[in-house]
Each structure stands twice: as structure tokens, then as C-alpha cells.
């Protein structure tokens, strides 16, 4: 008895101990009573249902939505919850479902609608982002993979209806553009390679809008450029390819694969290619410019045609970056006396860019143009022009038959719509005989020209030579040079010296010869006034003399007159009578005239002694008269 009184004793405390451990059992079980972490759902599952119309669910489903045993649709948020006994529910907690960053989730239901005939994904339907099962359900949403996906974000997904996985955005990167295929939609139209442009999908991130509105699977004519988008992997596919780069000196032709059926804008000139307006199928009219564009190579193509000079070599192992004239090589001709030889040709061509897609239109691309035109139209030529002519003529004739080829190519490829700018001709190798000849012929004059060469290396040296010793006495010839300039300038100052003295005695002479004149004249004058005063001066003595001898001549008579006047002369001369030496002859012998002669000249030498310097020349001057 005190036994069991005890043991109740201890029973009151262990009861609270009991329900404080194991009250959540308890309240399970008797309560039907579940709570659910923030960071869990509740999943529930039904186990049976004893009673009413809703015992069993329908065939092919998986969620109950109306009570019937199985998944339910309606799953239990965080919190505590009563009525789910566990005998006829579990209650199953499960994670939240993370969408991290960089990722979408991609979403497959387990129950729903039956997919329509040939369609891929299921059509996307109100049910707040897949979080909703009842009303995914009921809004007719499709089974299997879903078009729709989750962003970046936290979500309480049913996975009992739905399963997530996770998916990379996608990244275009710069310089690339990415190529869409959608892997559902309307099948194409006949004939068409790309499905139709559609608007309202934002860059396919909305692949619903795109079913909605008419979107077409297979190759999409739009593209993505660069930059992030949350795509579909199950609703497109992306090949990234690299931007179509227009280098600079050429432009792009357009070749459009899908559009409208364009009419040909060129008129009725040309006819050999469908040219179109920007948009329609063909070749596009309007080429692009140097730059960068998006362009979808299976939809568009683009040819690079060089708007700048086009170099086609025919030359073995010589090709330019291009590339145009790999498959070309060295021509071969023959000629007018039989024989073969080789030539290199380069041909240069221009095609303007307006140009440029006729060019296309008519050939499809440059190498066609080479193959088909350029190949045999240049080939052709020199062979026909090298029947024309010997080998020797025709390398001597190199130029003539260039300017004759430039022009010939010039005129057919106009017809083309391709400009000849120049035809060159590179090397030409002749048969190995003539060769020979040629290459003889050439030593020869090269020696000749070595010859004059050297002669005249000789003549320059001789030149060198001279100018070198002309150049050491050139002090001596400054020197010279300097003393001839010397002695000029002094013979131009004796000169002018001269002409001054000769100028100044001219003067002198002048102004003497004046002074002279001036006193001849004045002396004249003086000379005339006196001879005329002194004449008057005779006439008038002359008169009075004369009058005088005629009244003394009446007065003694005219012989006493004339002997009176002779001794007056005699007295006025002192002229002696009687001689002061007599010399006599002797006694007549006959050296008296020797002795008498001798007498004047010793009378002669008395006269002069005893007379003054200037009687004596005064006397010698009247004998001398």
C-alpha cells in the first residue's frame, strides 16, 4: 500500500514531465496538430478517405483537388496547424525552393491538361509563378515541361505537381551576336528557312508571347545581341557567332535568305540577277559600309567585295592575301615560229561599291568572277596575242603588247561591271635555246657597256687627275691671279692717271690756247689801233716830209738836195768812208785777193769781239736772212 502510494507520488511529477516531452506526439495524434519552420513547406498527402463521392481520383491524376487520397494541390505554409491526424495525412516538410543568382529555374508539372498534338512545352497559365498548384490546375495548365520559369528568387514550390531545375542565364558576349532556334511553335511555311519576325517576346525571355503570337519553330531570322537574358533552354536554343566585321576599303553585299519575293530594281539593263530592296529575298541594292553588324549568317549573307584596287596575279607560288588568284598559274603560250615559253600576267581590277552587288548578283561571289571570267578571258589573250609574234619580237615588243592587252581587258570587263584599271606582264620565260642567244647577245653589249665604263672611268680619273694638280697650284694661281688683278688695278690707276694729266694738259692747253687767242686777239687789236694811229702818224710825217723835200728842193735845187741828204744819212748811220785797215795787194802780185779775203775775216772776228752776245746773234740772224 505505501508502496503504491509512492509510486503515484512520483507519477504527479512525471506526467508534466512526460507532456512537456512528448506533447507534440501527443497533439499530433489526438490534435492532428503540425507546424511548419519559415524555412519549410508542408507537403500533404492524404492516406483515405472513409466515406462520400471523392474516394478514389480520377484516372492519370496524381493531385487531388477535391479531398481524394493522394498528393493534395494545397500545400501548408509556415506556422502551426491543426486537423491533420496523422493517421490520414502526411505531412512532409520540405526545403523552399532558392533560385540563386546567374540561374532560372526551369519547371516540369506532373499532372495537368494533355499537351496539344505536336506541341513541346506547356503553355504558361496563372499560378503565382508555379506556387499555386490549385490554380495552375484549374487554369488548364499543361503536364510536362513548361515554357515559364523562375528568376532569381525564393519559392514554395509543390514538389509533389512540380519539379525545378536550375539553368545558367545566357551570355552573349560583346562582339558576338546569338542565333535562336525555337524548339516549339507553328511548323514553317513552305519554302521558308527561318520563321516569320514576331514582336512582344522581349529577345524570347517571353517564349509564351512568342507561341501566342504565331512564332514558328526552327531558325529565327531575329537574333539576340550582347548582353544577359534568361532563356528557355527547353524553348530556344543560342549559337553565338561573331559579329559580321566590314573591314575597311570594302563593303558588304546583303544576300537575303527569307523576306518577301522582291522585284528586280536594276531595270531592264541588267538581267542577270535578282536585286532587291532592303527586307526582300535576293540580292540587297544597297551594300553595307565599312563597320560591325548583327547579322544572322544562316539567314543573310554577306559577300566582301574590296571597294580598293584587286590585284589577280597568274604566277606560280604568288597570291595575295585575298586569296582570289590561289587556284591561278603561270600562262603558257605559244608562238608564231613554233615555240613555247611562259609568261606572268597581274591584273588589276576595281569594283565600285554601287557596283558591288550586281557583281554579286551576276556571279555570286569574287571567285566565280575569277573562275568564270578573269581565267579564260586573260589566258585567252596572250595566247592569241603570242601566235601573233616570235619570241624574240615578242619580248622586244613587251610594252606595245601590255598597252594593247590594258586596253582589250579594259573594254571586256566593262561589260561586267568591273573596271580594268591595269594589265601588267611579270616575267617571261623563253624556250632554253633562244635563251642562250639572248643571254650571249647581252654579255656581249654588257661588255661593251663595261668597256665605256671603264674608258670613261679612265677619262674621269684623268679628270680627278687634273683637277688634283689643279688644286695644289691653285695657291700659286690665286696668287697669280691676285697679282694680275694687282697689276691691272695699278695699270687702270696709271691709266686714269694718265687720262687725268692728259685731261688737265688739255685744259691748260685749252685754256692757254684761249688766253693765247685772247691775247693774239687783243694784241691784234692793240697792233691794229697803233698801226693805224702810227700810219696816220707816217702819212701825216710822210705828208709833212714830202712837203718839206719840195719846198727845200725848190729852195737848192734838186742835186743839191739829194747830195745834201746823202751825207746826212751818212752822218746819221756813222758810216765810215775811209776803211780803218786797208789792206793792200802788194806789188800787184797775185795773193792779193787771198790776202784781201783774209782781211775781212780778221775784220769780221774784231767785230764780234768787240761787240755784245746778243749784237753777235742778231748779226748772225741777219746773215742767216
Not at 497559365?125 to 499543361?142: H, I, K, T
Request: glycine share 10%; charged share 20%; proline share 4%.
Amino acid at each position: 500500500m505505501g508502496t503504491f502510494h509512492s509510486i503515484l507520488g512520483y507519477a504527479w511529477i512525471l506526467i508534466p514531465v512526460l507532456a512537456l516531452i512528448f506533447y507534440k506526439p501527443i497533439l499530433r495524434v489526438f490534435f492532428g496538430m503540425v507546424i511548419i519552420p519559415e524555412d519549410k513547406i508542408g507537403l500533404v498527402t492524404k492516406k483515405f478517405v472513409l466515406f462520400g463521392a471523392n474516394k478514389d481520383l480520377p484516372d492519370g491524376k496524381i493531385i487531388a483537388l477535391n479531398g481524394e487520397p493522394g498528393f493534395q494541390a494545397d500545400t501548408l505554409p509556415p506556422g502551426l496547424k491543426w486537423g491533420y491526424w496523422p493517421w490520414q495525412y502526411t505531412i512532409d516538410q520540405a526545403p523552399l525552393t532558392v533560385i540563386p543568382k546567374g540561374k532560372i529555374g526551369l519547371i516540369t508539372a506532373k499532372d495537368g491538361a494533355q499537351l496539344p498534338t505536336g506541341a513541346i512545352l506547356a503553355r504558361q497559365v496563372e499560378s503565382d509563378s508555379y506556387q499555386n498548384a490549385r490554380q495552375f490546375l484549374n487554369s488548364g495548365g499543361q503536364r510536362g515541361k513548361q515554357v515559364g520559369y523562375l528568376n532569381v528568387g525564393v519559392y514554395r514550390i509543390n514538389t509533389h505537381l512540380f519539379e525545378v531545375y536550375s539553368a545558367d542565364i545566357t551570355n552573349i558576349e560583346d562582339g558576338q551576336v546569338g542565333i535562336i532556334t525555337a524548339l516549339d511553335g507553328i511548323p514553317l511555311g513552305r519554302g521558308n528557312i527561318a520563321g516569320n519576325e514576331i514582336d512582344g517576346h522581349n529577345n524570347f525571355q517571353d517564349f509564351d508571347k512568342f507561341l501566342a503570337n504565331g512564332g514558328q519553330r526552327g531558325l529565327q531570322v531575329q537574333i539576340v545581341q550582347a548582353g544577359n537574358y534568361s532563356l528557355n533552354p527547353w524553348a530556344v536554343e543560342v549559337e553565338k557567332v561573331a559579329l559580321t566585321v566590314i573591314p575597311i576599303g570594302h563593303v558588304g553585299v546583303v544576300i537575303s535568305f527569307v523576306g518577301e519575293e522582291g522585284k528586280d530594281v536594276t531595270g531592264d539593263k541588267f538581267k542577270h540577277g535578282n536585286i532587291v530592296d532592303k527586307g526582300q529575298k535576293g540580292v540587297c541594292i544597297t551594300p553595307l559600309d565599312p563597320g560591325k553588324y548583327p547579322i544572322n549568317p544562316y539567314t543573310h549573307k554577306i559577300e566582301i567585295v574590296p571597294s580598293m584596287n584587286i590585284v589577280i596575279n597568274w604566277a606560280d607560288g604568288k597570291s595575295e592575301s585575298h586569296n582570289l588568284d590561289k587556284g591561278l598559274s603561270t600562262i603558257t603560250v605559244r608562238s608564231k615560229d613554233g615555240f613555247t615559253f611562259n609568261l606572268d600576267v597581274a591584273q588589276i581590277i576595281h569594283i565600285a561599291a554601287s557596283e558591288a552587288p550586281k557583281v554579286i548578283g551576276r556571279f555570286g561571289s569574287l571567285i566565280n568572277l575569277v573562275n568564270q571570267v578573269l581565267q579564260p578571258l586573260i589566258g585567252n589573250y596572250f595566247r592569241n596575242s603570242a601566235q601573233d609574234s616570235d619570241v624574240i619580237g615578242f619580248l622586244n615588243n613587251r610594252q606595245q603588247r601590255q598597252e594593247e592587252a590594258k586596253n582589250k581587258i579594259f573594254e571586256a570587263l566593262e561589260e561586267y561591271n568591273v573596271h580594268a584599271v591595269d594589265t601588267l606582264i611579270g616575267d617571261i620565260t623563253p624556250p632554253e635555246s633562244l635563251m642562250k642567244t639572248l643571254t650571249d647577245r647581252k654579255i656581249a653589249q654588257e661588255e661593251q657597256e663595261t668597256f665605256n665604263v671603264q674608258q670613261k672611268a679612265q677619262e674621269e680619273k684623268q679628270k680627278l687627275a687634273s683637277a688634283k694638280a689643279l688644286a695644289d697650284m691653285q695657291g700659286q694661281i690665286v696668287e697669280a691671279e691676285q697679282s694680275v688683278m694687282i697689276s691691272d688695278r695699278m695699270a687702270q690707276t696709271e691709266v686714269k692717271k694718265a687720262e687725268g694729266e692728259s685731261k688737265s694738259i688739255e685744259l691748260k692747253a685749252a685754256a692757254q690756247a684761249k688766253a693765247k687767242k685772247l691775247n693774239a686777239e687783243a694784241a691784234a687789236y692793240e697792233t691794229d689801233v697803233n698801226g693805224k694811229a702810227e700810219a696816220g702818224k707816217i702819212e701825216a710825217i710822210g705828208k709833212a716830209t714830202a712837203e718839206a723835200y719840195e719846198k727845200q728842193t725848190k729852195a737848192l735845187g734838186q742835186d743839191n738836195f739829194t747830195q745834201l741828204k746823202v751825207m746826212e744819212s751818212i752822218g746819221i748811220n756813222n758810216i765810215k768812208i775811209i776803211p780803218e785797215i786797208l789792206i793792200s795787194g802788194g806789188d800787184g802780185g797775185s795773193n792779193g785777193p787771198i790776202s784781201g779775203l783774209l782781211g775781212m775775216q780778221l775784220l769780221d772776228q774784231i767785230k764780234n769781239k768787240n761787240s755784245k752776245p746778243s749784237e753777235v746773234k742778231n748779226s748772225k740772224d741777219q746773215e742767216k736772212k
